[in-house]
């Protein structure tokens, strides 16, 4: 039988899914099933988040690696943890060395804009303080996967093509490993074709025998440092050893009777936050849809605004967060909403590619998980021999000394991926993240104020047509926003462009669970090939 795994003529629906002992949610099923694995194995959501992550890095490369960097929001025995590993430049990084290089900014590929990467860490870590089933267990499916393979889904084998195009226009040799590593038959896996990787299985091994010591201070350290000093990159061992993921505070804001948490700063959760914020500030939505879909858009866009002139590793941040969330202050921003859009100075979002997931157990402990090489592959460097696609998270640092977000060696830059959690009076409601980098925190607004403002499941709430500013008075819609909406807002001074795919709009995962019946009731999303897992 011939047909198109691309091609759904008529709209799907997909409806919302419940649970009671345990869910995964992420963007791809065989993840999902890695994670679904380890909570029958009687693991607890710690552990089915690693499993899925681990998995993520093999079937879903387009995305994430085992050179992302990651971030975590972790409610255990009633209590919020937030994790930071996301990796800093290397200490060889400075605006002098890349300018002496040949570069006016730090370019999207190549070896310049790799930082250290925090994700096999942050796996290590996670299990060591939370996690039930022995750390190797945790990596068993994911190294099945890359050994044995899998068949490739459509949307990930749609990503796998852009990426071999757009590296196929590099001349530079450094890219050869990632054509050997992820085109070996000289083209981009097609839907429902088989790809493994058993160097990416050997790494895997690796990183679960030694706790990810190896990926650090190891063997697979050794690998990087050598193909960095062979081609002139700025990454050493030394950066490798010296890094560790950091426990921090997740920061939050009062929504409608509930509890928003995002991760602190590098990461731009704090955007989300701000634009909720001014949104309460604003009070109760009306019935008019025009005006609600203007505010909501406006606000995000003040705090956007603020967020890509401000946020950069916290220690650098200048104002402080708590003066960015200071309730006078969004108040002042709020008054600045009127009925036409306005035109913010800052701001230039772009696309990216990242992974999230959700994980929940019998116990009611539940995890908020994001890994990410940034743009689709990332860098588009390969390890030789290793599977290790790295990320190229630099790419966001400034070469102008006077920026928040200046380059600098040892610091953390701008990160555009951010879990997401809701609690209400202290209680756990559950996970929830739209990855897609810059426009997470617009999702992020969009599927709360959907779910809180507009009484929306989780599904339907992740199923709402999305809209993205990109700059100035310019807001992208998807193809099927409706079109009377889209007139009304261009009449409020909107620049309106409709998209011809949904590609960029994010991808997003929602469980939340029943205070009194302990149920779980989880969403998933509609524009990838993702899963929902409920036990």
Known sequence: MQFDARYYPSPSRRMTTFGRRGMVATSQALGAEAGMQMLRQGGNAVDAAIATAAALTVVEPTSNGLGSDAFAIVWMNGELHGLNASGPAPQAATIEAVKALGHEAVPEHGLIPVTVPGAPAAWATLSERFGRLPFADLLAPAITLAEEGFPVSPLVSQLWEEAFESYSRHD?????????TFAPRGHAPRPGEMWSSPDHAHSLRLIADTRARSFYDGELADSIDAFFREHGGLLRREDLAAFTPEWVEPIGTRYRDHEIWEIPPNGCGLIALQALGMLEQLGEEGRDPVETLHRRIEATKLAYVDGLHHITDRDDMRPSVEQMLDTQYLKGRAAMIGEKALDPVHG?????GTVYLATADAEGNMVSLIQSNFKGFGSGIVVPGTGISLQNRGWSFKLDEGHANALAPGKRTYHTIIPGFITRNGQAVGPFGVMGGFMQPQGHVQVITGMLDDALNPQAALDMPRWKWTKGRTVEVEPHFPDHLAQALARRGHH?????????????????????????????????????LPW
Not at 172 to 180: A, I, K, R, S, V
Not at 500 to 523: H, K, M, N, P, Y
């Open 496 to 532: 309106i462009v409709k998209q011809a795919d949904s590609v960029s709009f994010g991808r997003g995962q929602i469980i939340l669970r029943d205070s009194e019946t302990g149920v779980l009731c989880g969403g998933t999303e509609p524009r990838t090939d993702a899963a929902v």
């Open 348 to 352: 230039n979002p772009i696309t990216g």
């Open 172 to 180: 530079d040799n450094t890219f050869q490993p990632w054509f050997e």
